[in-house]
């Protein structure tokens, strides 16, 4: 009797459990484990993008802040690729130069490009902080659901085992449940960091966009207060 009740022990390990399920069921808790995996990447690369994001938006208002030309800081960031705020004013003083050397007139017509052409680039970093972050949100609203769905077929499974078998015994009954219930711990398992995961990224991917939007507003100030006074000097030359 000893020895059947260790042989019992050892067939409810997890990996025991595993070998043990059906088909449909390993697929299942493969496919939950792909997707764990896949979130934790995410986490990953998200921590390291975003710490890296906030290091470049402290490092470029230091330098817009600290006094040095517009023109001279263009030329230090038109040469090389840019992101974050750096984007933004490229983006801007690109289209304030090209309306200057074609000759803008109006004041109003160039601020509306200059405020689209940074509106565009403010899009395209924002969806770039957001990128995979719906893969969280998939993740963590449907792993629990994959997961009962593998528990369903495993304890279906498990009650044609015991319907076959004709016995009702506990020895038999628990591991086809405990194999099925398996699919259901490892969906929570994948679900739970990825739904922490997106509200926490989506939160520091607003609030960097809220510093984007904030400094192109400032630098939309700026540029219009320029703009005036460039044209009244046009003006008054002519």
């Given at each position: ?14 990996w ?6 059906g ?12 997707a764990?995996?896949w ?14 994001v906030?290091?470049?938006?402290d ?16 030329r230090?960031?038109?040469?090389r690729k840019s992101?974050?705020?750096?984007a933004i ?7 304030w ?12 017509g ?6 689209k052409?940074?509106?565009v ?9 957001e990128?995979?972050?719906g ?5 963590g609203?449907?792993?629990p659901f994959?997961g009962?769905?593998g ?8 009650f ?8 009702t015994n ?7 449940i405990a ?9 929570l398992?994948?679900?739970i960091?990825?739904?922490?995961a997106?509200?926490?990224f ?6 960097i966009?809220?510093?984007?939007e ?12 320029q ?9 008054a030359?002519?």
């Amino acid at each position: 009797m000893e020895q059947v009740g260790l042989a019992a022990t050892s067939d409810v390990t997890l990996w025991s459990l595993f070998m043990q399920a059906g088909f449909v069921v390993k697929l299942v808790m493969l496919g939950l484990i792909g997707a764990s995996i896949w979130t934790w990447a995410i986490v990953v690369d998200k921590v390291v993008t975003y710490n890296r994001v906030r290091r470049q938006l402290d490092k470029f208002e230091q330098v817009f802040w600290s006094g040095q030309s517009l023109e001279e800081l263009y030329r230090s960031l038109s040469d090389r690729k840019s992101s974050g705020m750096g984007a933004i004013f490229v983006a801007a003083m690109r289209e304030w130069k090209k309306s200057f050397e074609r000759g803008a007139k109006s004041p109003i017509g160039l601020q509306m490009r200059i405020d689209k052409a940074m509106d565009v680039t403010l899009a395209r970093e924002s969806d770039a902080l957001e990128a995979r972050l719906g893969s969280l949100a998939t993740i963590g609203s449907a792993a629990p659901f994959i997961g009962l769905f593998g528990t369903v077929v495993g304890i279906m499974t498990s009650f044609q085992a015991i319907a076959g078998s004709k016995s009702t015994n506990l020895a038999v009954v628990a591991p086809g449940i405990a194999e099925a219930l398996l699919a259901t711990a490892i969906g929570l398992l994948a679900a739970i960091p990825a739904v922490i995961a997106y509200n926490k990224f989506s939160a520091d991917a607003g609030k960097i966009s809220a510093r984007l939007e904030g400094f192109a507003d400032e630098f939309s100030g700026i540029l219009s207060r320029q703009i005036d006074e460039r044209l009244q000097s046009r003006q008054a030359a002519e």
